[in-house]
């Protein structure tokens, strides 16, 4: 379970205003990369908080409203599907990472993100850590945020294009998401640059 110790290491460095930043999206064939940043109050306590992988959906629902009524601040942004499709995945998370930090409005001295490399453009002094979502309440924090904020948003894509489901698969590449797609062709949202092996 996630704690704050990587969050204390940064404040014995002289850091105060810390914030958690992690995405969700960009394994999918469909949809916009999310990110989030949160800072926590010190040692806040919320109970149940994990990895949003590790979460089911009704929890997350729930830990969602936890969080931002918790949190000091955050912010939610995305990496469009024009980005992912021009510039590639990883470049389009790194814009999404940044504008959920540029979005808060109380400005964080430090952000720990999850990860192994950090964003190119990052504003604030900041380190990765590799499943941090495992072991930062912030990133899990964030974690929970950009994934309950996409997955919100491929609902509406549900009700726009119903063919494909995406209530069900979020836009994830799973069989019956790729059946689909051989069946009833490309929608606007599908991401042609992960395809085109697909569509071979």
């Not at 959906?57 to 969080?67: A, G, H, N, Q, T």
């Not at 510039?87 to 979005?103: C, P, S, V, W």
Request: hydrophobic share 40%; proline share 4%; with cysteine.
């Amino acid at each position: 379970m996630p704690d704050y110790e990587l969050e204390k290491a940064a404040v014995s460095r002289g850091f105060k205003l810390i914030c958690g930043v992690d995405e969700a999206g960009r394994g999918p064939l469909a949809g916009p990369v999310c990110a989030a940043a949160v800072i926590l109050p010190d040692g806040a306590d919320i109970p149940e908080l994990d990895d949003s992988k590790k979460l089911s959906e009704k929890k997350r629902e729930r830990l969602f409203d936890v969080i931002t009524e918790t949190a000091v601040d955050f912010s939610v942004a995305y990496g469009t599907l024009e980005e992912i499709e021009e510039l590639n995945i990883l470049k389009a998370t790194y814009l999404a990472m940044n504008r959920a930090i540029d979005g808060l409005a109380v400005r964080p001295d430090f952000a720990l993100i999850d990860g192994n490399r950090i964003p190119y453009g990052i504003k604030v002094p900041c380190e990765t850590a590799v499943k941090g979502d495992s072991k930062s309440m912030s990133i899990a924090a964030a974690s929970v945020l950009a994934k309950v904020t996409r997955d919100r948003l491929m609902l509406t894509y549900d009700e726009k294009y119903p063919l494909y489901n995406f209530k069900k698969h979020k836009g994830y590449g799973t069989r019956e998401h790729i059946e689909l797609i051989k069946k009833y062709g490309l929608c606007e949202i599908h991401r042609l640059s992960f395809l085109k092996g697909v569509l071979r």
